[in-house]
């Protein structure tokens, strides 16, 4: 995991800021739909990557 | 206060508060230290303050729009600087200002004070310390004061440096526009131009080279800081920290001739590369920020596409409102970050067309740009989000209220040390008016004191905070050899960072009594 993380550390990272731009447009979206599993399911996404970036960052 | 409201006011602190012991205790980078900050303000803000999904949903997507404005001036700004870096113009420039004056204190003053802050207005985010101290260094000043002196010197000019993004996150947190807030941030920081300048000088050689150069601080002072407050309140904030210190450069390199200074003979030293080349983009992002925002049919033309999402009213658990309404709306091509983009694609092909750029030039531009982006823009989006979550559930207004009960109307005296705390904390004055411009602005409110006067104090003392962050510290030292030996520096500058806040604190006061 760890020499994982050393290969593809900068790609990693440039992902993880993608998504926490992406993720909260789609958010927005699932919210306004009333669709609230889409929203719990998108914000474990979420908070699975802001756990990536506390531990990478 | 209440047993009760004091344990509420503590967990609405906890998420700045973990974002603070995991940055001075721990190390932990600003993009680290955020998420977890984010965590704490998820947890508390769900357990205690009655957040549910749907309000976590709108209150990140309202970040992601604030956090895109910042990062537009923010991206355009390090591409500027790396297209403009790695044709040798950075260090043409220095050479340039070497040849004016053999004068200990003036090449203090042009260096760690005037170019400073330029290069704070071109770049920021550490740049100014990494890029004057080993030229300090090479004039034969010690690492400490090498890396000590920019990081005072450059302090005043990073709310309206780097294109303005601090002054731009405050606006977007507070709500407020430039109208409202640039005249008090442009007297404030204004004020503390010649406060960096003395203490700058100070670090080195002590009243008695202050003494010596007074006439300089003086004149260059009145040069910077009133270029800074004439285009902070006409408009163009996003060039008040480069214009100004463009001025300062113009009126030093003047100083530098007079009798006083002229004791001991300049630098012969020639660079490849002329001053006028070395300059030449940042000719050209003057002549288009001022189109872009003084001339009415480029700016409508410009000013076309905007983009926002609409908001619909949020309630929490606990009955706490968020009303309805726009978010933050993005520019698309009149932005403060497109006008930097299109100097920085002009300037690119005039350096090109120069031949001023070795092959692959434009892959390591890129590479460096994405590099130094990366880590600062995770920083950023994390703490908007945690300040967003804050901010819907009624967290900030908690704080807001505490420290206004505790405080009441001797609050403006507290106010820049809350942005220097936020500075310290994050690196960044950014972050800081992010993380704390709320709160501010409504313990202002609370307080009956004007938010715009209190704001500014904010983002001053987030401003001073550069002086003392670790983080900039860290990256200056590293290009000296002090790695490792920070201490020496970070207490040479916390002496006068206090002192100045100190100072900014009074003068608060003392215009919360006039306005």
């Known amino acids: 995991m760890d020499s994982l993380l050393k290969k593809h550390g900068n790609a990693l990272k440039n992902t993880a800021l993608i998504l926490m731009l992406a993720l909260p447009f789609m958010l927005y979206a699932a919210?306004?739909?009333?669709?609230?599993?889409?929203?719990k399911l998108l914000m474990a996404i979420f908070i699975v990557n802001m756990l990536f970036v506390m531990k990478n960052g | 206060m209440t047993d009760l409201f004091f344990v509420k006011w503590i967990l609405a602190l906890s998420p700045i508060l973990t974002v603070l012991v995991l940055m001075i205790f721990r190390n932990w980078s600003g993009s680290r230290a955020g998420a977890a900050g984010w965590f704490v303000a998820l947890i508390t803000a769900t357990f205690a303050f009655g957040a549910h999904p749907v309000l976590i949903a709108h209150s990140q997507a309202k970040g992601a729009l604030l956090s895109l404005n910042v990062l537009y001036i923010i991206w355009a700004a390090l591409l500027l600087y790396n297209v403009v870096n790695e044709t040798g113009a950075i260090k043409a420039i220095g050479i340039g200002i070497q040849r004016f004056s053999g004068d200990k204190s003036i090449q203090i003053l042009i260096f760690g004070w005037i170019f400073a802050s330029f290069l704070q207005g071109v770049a920021g985010y550490g740049v100014p310390i990494a890029v004057?101290?080993?030229?300090?260094?090479?004039?034969?000043?010690?690492?400490?004061?090498?890396?000590?002196?920019?990081?005072i010197g450059h302090s005043w000019s990073v709310?309206?440096?780097?294109?303005?993004?601090?002054?731009?996150?405050?606006?977007?947190?507070?709500?407020?526009?430039?109208?409202?807030?640039?005249?008090?941030?442009?007297?404030?920081?204004?004020?503390?131009?010649?406060?960096?300048?003395?203490?700058?000088?100070?670090?080195y050689g002590g009243w008695k080279m202050v003494?010596?150069?007074?006439?300089?601080?003086?004149?260059?002072?009145?040069?910077?800081?009133?270029?800074?407050y004439i285009l902070a309140v006409s408009g163009m904030w996003t060039l008040g920290g480069f214009g100004a210190s463009l001025v300062g450069l113009c009126s030093g390199l003047v100083v530098a001739k007079?009798?006083?200074?002229?004791?001991?003979?300049?630098?012969?030293?020639?660079?490849?590369?002329?001053?006028?080349?070395?300059?030449?983009?940042?000719?050209?992002?003057?002549?288009?920020?001022?189109?872009g925002v003084m001339v009415p049919p480029v700016e409508a033309?410009?000013?076309?596409?905007?983009?926002?999402?609409?908001?619909?009213?949020?309630?929490?658990?606990?009955?706490?409102?968020?009303?309805?309404?726009?978010?933050?709306?993005?520019?698309?091509?009149?932005?403060?970050?497109?006008?930097?983009?299109?100097?920085?694609?002009?300037?690119?092909?005039?350096?090109?067309s120069r031949g001023f750029y070795q092959s692959h030039a434009l892959k390591t531009?890129?590479?460096?740009?994405?590099?130094?982006?990366?880590?600062?823009?995770?920083?950023?989006?994390?703490?908007?989000?945690?300040?967003?979550?804050?901010?819907?559930?009624?967290?900030?207004?908690?704080?807001?209220?505490?420290?206004?009960?505790?405080?009441g109307s001797i609050y403006p005296l507290v106010s820049p040390w809350i942005g220097l705390l936020g500075a310290f904390m994050t690196g960044s004055n950014t972050n800081s008016n992010v993380v704390f411009g709320v709160l501010q602005q409504e313990t202002a409110q609370l307080a009956g004191l004007s938010a715009g006067l209190i704001l500014a104090a904010q983002t001053t003392g987030g401003a001073l905070g550069s002086m003392i962050a670790p983080a900039k510290i860290l990256v200056g030292c590293s290009t000296v050899g002090l790695s490792g030996k920070e201490?020496?520096?970070?207490?040479?500058?916390?002496?006068?960072?206090?002192?100045?806040?100190?100072?900014?604190g009074v003068i608060t006061m003392l215009f919360s009594f006039i306005r």
């Not at chain 1, 919210?31 to 929203?39: M, P, Y």
């Not at chain 2, 709310?159 to 409202?180: D, E, H, I, R």
């Not at chain 2, 040479?492 to 100190?502: R, W």
Request: glycine share 12%; aromatic share 8%; charged share 5%.
């Open chain 1, 31 to 39: 919210a306004l739909h009333g669709s609230i599993l889409q929203v």
């Open chain 2, 132 to 151: 004057v101290a080993p030229l300090l260094v090479g004039l034969g000043f010690s690492p400490v004061v090498a890396v000590a002196v920019p990081a």
């Open chain 2, 159 to 203: 709310t309206f440096g780097s294109m303005g993004a601090s002054f731009q996150a405050l606006m977007a947190v507070s709500g407020l526009g430039a109208p409202y807030l640039a005249p008090w941030s442009a007297t404030l920081l204004g004020i503390t131009t010649f406060l960096c300048g003395i203490c700058a000088v100070h670090v």
């Open chain 2, 211 to 228: 003494k010596h150069s007074a006439l300089a601080i003086l004149v260059i002072g009145m040069a910077m800081a009133g270029t800074q």
């Open chain 2, 258 to 291: 007079l009798k006083i200074y002229n004791q001991v003979p300049p630098s012969q030293t020639q660079s490849e590369m002329g001053l006028g080349w070395a300059l030449s983009a940042y000719f050209i992002l003057v002549v288009i920020v001022s189109s």
């Open chain 2, 301 to 352: 033309f410009l000013g076309q596409i905007n983009l926002t999402l609409v908001f619909p009213e949020i309630i929490s658990m606990k009955g706490w409102v968020t009303q309805a309404g726009k978010g933050k709306a993005i520019n698309i091509f009149g932005h403060g970050g497109a006008l930097l983009l299109y100097a920085t694609i002009i300037g690119f092909l005039v350096y090109r």
């Open chain 2, 365 to 407: 531009i890129v590479q460096k740009t994405i590099k130094s982006g990366v880590p600062t823009s995770l920083g950023i989006v994390s703490m908007v989000c945690f300040a967003m979550i804050m901010d819907h559930c009624q967290m900030i207004t908690v704080l807001a209220e505490g420290i206004s009960r505790v405080f």
């Open chain 2, 487 to 504: 201490g020496p520096v970070l207490k040479a500058t916390l002496q006068y960072g206090l002192i100045i806040t100190g100072v900014v």
